[in-house]
């Protein structure tokens, strides 16, 4: 039991993750970006460190940083697929459940009309938003969106999010290594930066 919960403690911790190795990492990025239960693992704090250790400890990463981009971006588009098909499968039974305190059904037909009137932007900003980054492509899977539309914003999403995070990260890295003491700082530091102009955008489209 002692060993269950020192793992799960491991998975939420994203420096032990990357030195874990590359295989559980490119995992975790997969559980969190789809399956119901990864909203609790580490995204985007795992992107920042592993473009920054990429950038100052290749030996502990072991690719360049092109291929951890397109490896984590691979992941993550097979994480929101996996999201979308198990919303897909669940969703009618969920129309069929009655009504109780931890769900509505006037929740689905809400998300119907967001997801109607934003289309694509729900899905892509989604990536940049912890939590909904898990769940938005379950609920696109239980709502039907068009599969051509949700394949072509989870693959630009996904490459958008990788990219731009664990991209600025490696940079910092190369540029200034002593900020690996910053870390902590830095992780939160990102997090608002990317957090920002997503929900700028929420507002100005809700105004609107």
């Known amino acids: 039991m002692n060993e269950a919960w020192q793992f799960?403690?491991?998975?939420?911790n994203p420096e032990?993750?990357?030195?874990l190795g590359l295989p559980l990492l490119l995992f975790v990025i997969f559980a969190e970006t789809g399956l119901f239960f990864g909203f609790f693992l580490p995204g985007d704090n795992l992107l920042i460190i592993s473009g920054f250790l990429c950038a100052t400890k290749p030996e502990i990463i072991k690719v360049n940083i092109f291929v951890l981009i397109i490896l984590m971006?691979?992941?993550?588009?097979?994480?929101?697929?996996?999201?979308?098909?198990?919303g897909k499968?669940?969703?009618?039974?969920?129309?069929?459940?009655?009504?109780?305190?931890?769900?509505?059904?006037?929740h689905i037909e809400s998300t119907r009309s967001f997801y109607n009137k934003y289309g694509g932007m729900a899905l892509f900003l989604g990536r940049f938003l912890p939590i909904v980054r898990t769940f938005a492509p379950i609920l696109a899977g239980v709502?039907?969106?068009?599969?051509?539309?949700?394949?072509l914003y989870n693959i630009t999403g996904a490459f958008c999010w990788t990219g731009s995070i664990c991209g600025v990260s490696y940079y910092l890295g190369l540029q200034f290594p002593w900020l690996m003491n910053y870390m902590s700082y830095i992780v939160v530091g990102m997090i608002v930066i990317t957090t920002i102009p997503v929900m700028i955008t929420y507002l100005k489209e809700r105004k609107k």
């Open 73 to 86: 971006s691979v992941c993550a588009i097979a994480g929101n697929f996996v999201g979308y098909l198990f």
């Open 16 to 19: 032990s993750i990357v030195k």
């Open 8 to 12: 799960l403690k491991e998975l939420t």
């Open 143 to 151: 709502i039907k969106i068009d599969f051509k539309k949700f394949m």
């Open 89 to 106: 499968r669940v969703g009618e039974s969920l129309y069929k459940r009655p009504d109780s305190f931890f769900f509505k059904k006037r």
